[in-house]
């Protein structure tokens, strides 16, 4: 019989990659857009940590199945790890990806330390609570100006260490195998399969 899991989320690119990697596993993947009239989580925790556990505790409860969710964020070191938790809001509220992204680059301009990395926290739960939390991270540099077509978010100015290219100048599926959430999300896999 294939076991119930729930996604505590409405990205329709997240919700096909983690079906993708759970196909072989004989888990039947569900997410909010089941659930259309499921509130989504208040993100108002001051780790990303936090967050990911507060959406999985209340996506448990609501749905009844053992629920997964996740948080990223950016940290930028010479900023003293800002945008982080707040990198979705970073320009203020209801901002685009682009205002992030000229904001972060208007903050980094004349900076020369220019390390930074992605880190996304994928948390585990069921009704009872936490089962377990992890995180995925790749390290990297801002770039001085955008770069490349791809993805979404900070993608255009984060090169990825070790590739001298940003996370938009790689085609999707290259991204999606190194990426944060790819390495969270293999990270919880043992956990996620036991006992299930
Ligand atoms: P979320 O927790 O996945 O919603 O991510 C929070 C914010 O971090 C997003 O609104 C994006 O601005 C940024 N972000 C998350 N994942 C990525 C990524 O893979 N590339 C670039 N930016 C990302």
Do not use: W
Not at 99 to 104: A, G, S
């Amino acid at each position: 019989m294939r076991k119930a899991l729930f996604l505590a989320s409405k990205n329709k690119d997240k919700i096909a990659e983690l079906r993708s990697i759970l196909e072989s596993h004989r888990i039947a993947l569900h997410s909010m857009l089941d659930f259309p009239e499921m509130q989504e989580t208040l993100e108002d925790r001051d780790s990303i940590f936090g967050n990911a556990m507060k959406k999985a505790i209340e996506g448990a409860q609501y749905s009844g199945m053992r629920a997964l969710a996740d948080d990223t964020g950016l940290f930028v070191e010479a900023l003293a790890g800002i945008p982080g938790v707040l990198s979705a809001r970073y320009a203020g509220a209801g901002c685009s990806y682009k205002d992030n992204v000229r904001k972060l680059l208007s903050q980094m301009q004349g900076i020369s330390n220019r390390k930074a990395y992605f880190e996304t926290a994928v948390a585990l739960a069921d009704k009872s609570g936490i089962i377990g939390v992890v995180s995925g991270i790749v390290r990297g540099e801002i770039a001085e100006s955008e770069r490349g077509e791809g993805g979404f978010g900070y993608d255009s100015i984060f090169i990825v260490e070790g590739t001298h290219k940003t996370y938009a100048e790689m085609p999707d599926y290259q991204k999606n195998l190194i990426s944060h959430r790819a390495l969270a999300i293999e990270e919880i896999l043992p956990l996620l399969l036991k006992n299930y």
